[in-house]
């Protein structure tokens, strides 16, 4: 019975530790008020309570909405294979392209030299008519494009 009740204890400070490390909300990336990019001036140990203040560097992935997070985890899950995302989300694959190829525009990551000449508005406008891209989805696409 000892071991049974360490076991137990074990799961339960483990996720007590989880719970801890998981946010409770998302940080907002930008002011309420004026729109101004916000910075980060306090982390915090959730377990002895450490603060530390200073200005640190932005994460550039929490920009991302919890939509764009999940595509581009699949597609690292995925090692860069458009294909298997394509078959995650249930979606063609020139909408999985579309999809990606915003998330590298909100990143700042789609170059001229990068960009995919077959790319065209009314290619998203289609995927959009079509249900696969949410408007809003396709209104960041269709900026990006020019």
Do not use: W
């Amino acid at each position: 019975m000892p071991r049974a009740h360490g076991l137990v204890r074990a799961m339960a400070d483990r996720t007590r530790r989880r719970q801890l490390a998981e946010p409770k909300h998302r940080a907002p990336g930008e002011c309420p008020v004026c729109g101004e990019t916000l910075l980060t001036i306090r982390l915090g140990c959730p377990g002895c309570g450490t603060e530390i203040v200073g200005e640190f560097d932005a994460c550039e992935f929490c920009a991302l909405d919890d939509a764009e997070l999940h595509l581009l985890r699949l597609f690292l899950a995925a090692r860069g294979n458009l294909k298997e995302v394509e078959k995650h989300l249930g979606v063609s694959y020139p909408t999985a392209r579309l999809r990606l190829t915003g998330l590298l525009a909100k990143l700042g990551l789609s170059g001229e030299a990068d960009e995919d000449p077959g790319l065209t508005a009314e290619q998203v406008l289609k995927e959009v008519a079509q249900g696969a891209l949410t408007p809003i989805e396709g209104a960041r696409l269709i900026e990006s494009l020019g």
